[in-house]
C-alpha cells in the first residue's frame, strides 16, 4: 500500500503574515500584542496586523492609544480588525451611554444602610473595561465582535472565566438599561444577545477551583488565634451556615428568642430586593456561640463589632506582657519590648463587620497559625466555606430539601452547588454492587 504524505488533506501552510491570532496561538505557543508603533513623517500612531498598517491617530494623544487597544482586542478576539466607525451619524459614544448608566446605577445598587449594594461592584468593572476599548465609539457600531474584543480584553488581564461572564453580562446591561431610555436601538441589545458566554475548557480564561466545605479540623486549628468575637462569629457561621454578610449584620433585636430553636431574620440580605424572607435557625450550637455576645444594653447595636475584637485583642496582649513581666522577676531575662499598638495612633474601627473585613481578619489569624504550625498553607480557608460545610453536613443527614430551607435557597438547583453529595454512601452502595 502506498504511503500517504501527513500533509495530504491538511491545505497549504499559510505565510507567516496570514496567520490569525488562533492559528499562532495553536502553532507557536502564546502570543504577544503588536507593538504601538509611531510614524515620525507623518507624526501618526499605527500598529502593524497581517502585514498592513492600520493608523491609529495624532501619535501620542489619548485617542490613539484607546483606539489602539480596542484594535488589538478586536484582532485577538476574531483575527481581523474592527470595522472603522467614522462617518457614523449618531452622536452618542459608548462613554456617554456608560456614564449615564453609572449615574443611574450609583442610586439603584444602595443597601438599606445607605451603602452601595454588592451589585455595584461587577457593574463598574464591566464599565472601566468597556470605556477602555471604546470610549469614543458610536454606541449604534458596538456589535458582537466588539462586545467580544471586550471579552477578550479581559482575558488578556488574567481574569477567571466566572467573572468575564458576569462582567460581559454588565456590559450587555449597560446597552439594554440604554434601550430603555430610548438612547439606544433595540437592534443593538439583540445583536449582543448572539455572544455566548465562556464555557469551561473552551475559552482560554483562566479556571478557578469550585468552592469545597471545610473539614471541622481546619477550622479549629484556626480558633485558639482568634479574640473571642471573631470565634463567636466563625461558630455561629459553622453552626447555621448563614451568609458572611448576614453574620456581621446580626443585631440582638434581630432575633427572635421566644422558643428553644432562636431564629434570626436578617433586615435586608442578597435576594431581600426581590422579596424574599430570610430566616436563620439556631439550634444548640449556635445559641451557645451567640448568647454570649447578645448586646441587651443596646439590642439595635450590631453584636459583632470590631471596637470590640481589638479591644479582646489588646487585652490578650496586655496579660502577655504581664506574663513576660512576671518571668522576669522570676529568671532576670531581659523583657521583650512592649507592645507598640498603644503608643501607635491608629484608626476608629467601624461599627461592624464587612464580608472584606472578615474574611481578613480571618486571614490574620491563619498567618499566626501557619507560623506556629497549628496548620499548612495549604488548610487554610475562607468564611464562605463554612457555608458549604454546613450544607454538605445537612444534606447527609436530612436530605437536600433541608438544607434547600436552612439555607435559604429558592431553587434545589441552587442548593446543588453548595452541599456536596455524600461520597461515603455512594461508595457503599457501589461495594453492595459489585
Not at 1 to 17: A, D, K, L
Not at 116 to 133: C, I, N, R
Not at 377 to 404: I, M, N, S, Y
Request: hydrophobic share 35%; glycine share 6%; aromatic share 6%.
Amino acid at each position: 500500500m502506498r504511503e500517504v504524505p501527513s500533509s495530504v488533506g491538511q491545505g497549504p501552510t499559510p505565510p507567516m503574515t496570514e496567520l490569525t491570532p488562533y492559528t499562532m496561538r495553536r502553532r507557536l505557543g502564546p502570543v504577544s500584542p503588536p507593538a504601538y508603533r509611531v510614524h515620525r513623517t507623518k507624526g501618526l500612531a499605527y500598529v502593524r496586523l497581517g502585514g498592513h498598517m492600520r493608523y491609529l491617530g495624532r501619535a501620542g494623544s489619548e485617542a490613539s492609544h484607546e483606539c489602539y487597544r480596542r484594535t488589538v482586542a478586536e484582532w485577538l478576539a476574531t483575527g481581523r480588525p474592527g470595522r472603522r466607525s467614522e462617518g457614523s451619524d449618531v452622536t452618542l459614544t459608548v462613554g456617554a451611554l456608560t456614564d449615564a448608566y453609572l449615574a443611574w446605577a450609583r442610586t439603584y445598587y444602595v443597601a438599606a444602610d445607605g451603602r452601595p449594594s454588592p451589585g455595584l461592584g461587577p457593574v463598574e468593572a464591566a464599565a472601566k473595561a468597556l470605556v477602555a476599548l471604546y470610549r469614543s465609539t458610536p454606541s449604534a457600531t458596538f456589535g458582537p465582535v466588539a462586545l467580544r474584543a471586550v471579552r477578550q480584553f479581559m482575558v488578556e488581564a488574567g481574569l477567571c472565566r466566572n467573572v468575564i461572564n458576569q462582567r460581559t453580562a454588565c456590559v450587555r446591561r449597560i446597552f439594554r438599561w440604554g434601550v430603555s431610555e430610548e438612547l439606544v436601538s433595540p437592534s443593538v441589545v439583540q445583536a449582543l444577545t448572539a455572544v455566548d458566554p465562556l464555557r469551561a475548557g473552551r475559552s482560554g480564561a483562566r479556571e478557578t477551583p469550585a468552592v469545597e466545605p471545610v473539614p471541622d479540623a481546619h477550622v479549629e486549628a484556626v480558633l485558639p488565634f482568634l479574640p473571642p468575637t471573631l470565634r463567636a462569629m466563625v461558630r455561629l457561621q459553622r453552626a447555621t451556615g448563614m451568609r458572611s454578610d448576614e453574620v456581621c449584620r446580626l443585631r440582638t433585636v434581630d432575633v427572635d428568642r421566644s422558643g428553644d430553636v432562636w431564629v434570626y431574620r436578617p433586615p435586608t440580605h442578597k435576594t431581600s430586593y426581590r422579596g424574599h424572607v430570610r430566616a436563620v435557625y439556631c439550634g444548640p450550637q449556635a445559641r451557645t456561640a451567640l448568647e454570649p455576645m447578645l448586646r441587651a444594653d443596646d439590642p439595635r447595636a450590631f453584636v459583632f463589632s470590631p471596637a470590640r475584637a481589638v479591644y479582646e485583642r489588646r487585652q490578650a496582649r496586655r496579660c502577655g506582657r504581664q506574663d513576660a513581666e512576671q518571668q522576669i522577676k522570676t529568671d532576670g531575662r531581659t523583657p521583650a519590648s512592649e507592645s507598640r499598638d498603644d503608643a501607635r495612633p491608629v484608626a476608629d474601627p467601624s461599627a461592624r463587620y464587612d464580608p472584606r473585613s472578615y474574611r481578613r481578619a480571618l486571614n490574620y489569624a491563619m498567618d499566626a497559625a501557619v507560623r506556629a504550625g497549628a496548620m499548612t498553607r495549604d488548610q487554610r480557608w475562607f468564611p464562605h466555606q463554612l457555608r458549604h460545610r454546613h450544607a454538605t453536613a445537612v444534606r447527609q443527614c436530612k436530605g437536600l430539601e433541608a438544607a434547600r430551607v436552612l439555607l435559604g435557597h429558592r431553587t434545589l438547583s441552587q442548593t446543588l452547588g453548595y452541599a456536596e453529595a455524600d461520597r461515603a454512601t455512594a461508595m457503599a452502595v457501589a461495594r453492595e454492587l459489585a
